[in-house]
């Protein structure tokens, strides 16, 4: 059964059908799916004088307009290569408030986004949205040419900082379904801060240690219907410092991890290892939480 995206809500970056996010969303999507491209249109300059939003009302829906031309020209080539497709220009901020209420309203199943200045990290409205939004977040890092074919899916059995253990068996699922329809491979990577980092003579703990995680991750992967040989236990330093080396030696076109937000401040925090290896990642990140209630 093919499963991949078949609701996706495509964030624009203007109206070049190359752009990374529309080049990934094609190569995730099932066959006919539906696609929203998104334009979110705001000029601060047009917001209003002095408080009177009303005068500048015939030069935003002008720009609004013009905008939409562009979405629904856009969205006509994608209709052609077999897909649903339509384009939405709208006069709407900030991105993250504006992005999840969009995918609210269409229940999309996935939604893409290129991040502005990808060499710098993901802007703060940016890392917001990747938290605010109920359906998984796919960052495009670059251009997409091509299906994935090597899709890691961070987990950590143990659900350190009180993760819950369904957020695991949502990375696997999503993980799962981003390689269907192709020959992708799924690993099943746990990474941790190995005692030998901090030095030799606790050599045997760290033997011990690592056992104990294997296992855990075995475990994990078979009550997933994955094969074991699909397990990864990597230790060393810092978790997002060894998933980063997994992506730059190539061995990772997308690493999905969860994404979880907590109390007051819950916008501002998606995991500290998540947040890092989104920050400057060379491969795409898939970021989940637990299954979307809409």
């Known amino acids: ?69 562009a979405m629904e020209a856009l969205a006509s080539g994608i209709t052609k290569g077999g897909f649903e497709a339509f384009g939405q220009a709208v006069w709407e901020h900030p991105l993250d408030e504006a992005v999840a209420k969009h995918a609210r309203a269409e229940r999309s199943d996935l939604v893409v986004f290129a991040p502005e200045m990808a060499a710098h990290g993901l802007t703060s409205t940016e890392w917001r949205l990747v938290t605010r939004c109920a359906a998984p977040v796919l960052i495009a890092s670059g251009p997409a040419k091509k299906a994935y074919r090597k899709i890691v899916a961070a987990v950590d059995p143990f659900h350190a900082h009180s993760k819950p253990a369904e957020l695991d068996r949502s990375i696997l699922d999503w993980a799962r379904r981003a390689a269907e329809g192709g020959a992708a491979e799924i690993a099943v990577v746990h990474c941790y801060t190995s005692p030998e980092f901090f030095g030799d003579d606790i050599a045997g703990a760290a033997i011990v240690e690592a056992d104990v995680r294997r296992e855990a991750l075995e475990r994990l992967v078979a009550q997933a219907g994955l094969p074991q040989s699909a397990a990864r236990l990597v230790g060393g330093a810092a978790p997002h410092m060894l998933l980063r080396q997994i992506a730059e030696r190539g061995d990772a076109d997308v690493i999905v991890m969860g994404a979880l937000a907590r109390g007051r401040l819950g916008e501002w925090f998606i995991g500290s290892t998540t947040e890092r290896v989104l920050n400057g990642s060379v491969a795409d990140v898939l970021a989940v939480k637990t299954p979307p209630q809409y």
């Open 1 to 69: 059964m093919h499963r991949m995206f078949r609701n996706i809500l495509v964030v624009a970056r203007g109206a070049h059908p190359d752009q990374p996010a529309i080049q990934r969303a094609l190569l995730c999507a099932s066959p006919g799916a539906r696609l929203v491209i998104l334009d979110l249109v705001h000029e601060p300059v047009l917001d209003g004088y002095l408080g009177n939003t009303v005068i500048y009302e015939p030069l935003r829906a002008r720009v609004v307009a013009e905008r939409q031309d």
